[in-house]
């Protein structure tokens, strides 16, 4: 899917949230919410190539694979954080929204863990 169909379907949706909030709120977010669904799924399909050519790359700059798996995991938190985030915030729930994110950046910690101890043994290379 295009960035041009992504938009239009993003602005289309918008403009039924919109109408619909006005006469039926709790339809307009289920609209919001299977537009966010269906824009993630489109976005999410057309990053498979992006995906191999970071993989290629590390390959080639000797980047051990644990690395840049850590890394790629720690961006699907954040997207998928913050499309939560904002729909939650989108329906008026600005305290989900917040707890939400807290929870998100948790989820980067413990996923960056295995970076965190590499880090350490590094530094206990350099001081023995």
């Known amino acids: ?5 992504i938009v239009g379907a993003g602005i289309a949706a918008a403009a039924a949230a919109a109408v619909l909030r006005r006469t039926n709120g709790e339809f ?5 919410l299977a537009a966010c669904l269906v824009i993630l799924y ?8 992006l995906i191999g050519l970071v993989k290629d ?3 080639e700059a000797g980047t ?3 690395y840049i798996a850590i890394l790629m995991k720690a961006l699907a938190v954040c997207v998928i954080t ?3 985030s904002e729909c ?3 329906s008026g729930e600005g305290a989900i929204a917040s707890k939400i994110e807290f929870a998100g950046k948790t989820a980067i910690l413990l996923v960056s863990v295995p970076l965190f101890r590499a880090v350490l043994d590094i ?3 350099l001081m023995i």
């Open 42 to 49: 489109a976005v999410i399909t057309s990053v498979q190539p």
């Open 88 to 90: 939650c915030r989108d």
């Open 82 to 84: 913050r499309l939560a």
């Open 123 to 125: 530094v206990k290379g």
């Open 57 to 59: 790359l590390s390959d």
């Open 64 to 66: 051990e694979a644990a």
């Open 28 to 32: 307009a977010l289920f609209v919001s």
């Open 1 to 5: 899917m295009s960035i041009a169909a």
